[in-house]
């Protein structure tokens, strides 16, 4: 009784194909050095994603900012990304080989 509302019913055994248990040495060599290509670019990626390249950069760029009638100061703009610590316990100290220093 089911069978009569099945919707995918069975193909008839001359349409169907032979079975695949004794395939070419090429296909399963193709095969295996197809999955060998997936789990290394698989295991690369997340290589890359849990373990970032950390990076300092510190670049002083002193072209057009100064002048020989003005004061020798330097405007040092910085761009820091700190994860997982409180804004409130961060802080800036800064001090010149002249001892001016600036706090906070």
């Known amino acids: 009784m089911f069978r ?3 919707l995918f019913r069975k193909v008839a055994a001359e349409h169907n194909e032979a079975d695949n248990s ?6 399963t060599l193709l095969r ?4 060998a290509l997936i789990a290394t670019l698989t295991l690369s990626e997340f290589w890359t994603f849990a373990m970032p390249a950390r990076k300092q950069l510190f670049e002083i760029d ?3 900012s100064v002048s020989a009638d003005s004061p020798r ?3 040092v703009m910085l761009n820091v990304t700190v ?3 409180p ?3 961060l802080s800036l100290d800064y001090q010149d080989i002249m001892g ?3 706090v906070d």
């Open 62 to 64: 002193m072209h057009g």
């Open 22 to 27: 004794s395939s070419s040495p090429c296909a």
């Open 87 to 89: 804004c409130i316990d």
């Open 32 to 35: 295996v050095l197809s999955l």
């Open 4 to 6: 009569e509302f099945d």
């Open 100 to 102: 001016t220093r600036a």
């Open 73 to 75: 100061k330097l405007r």
């Open 83 to 85: 994860h997982d610590y």
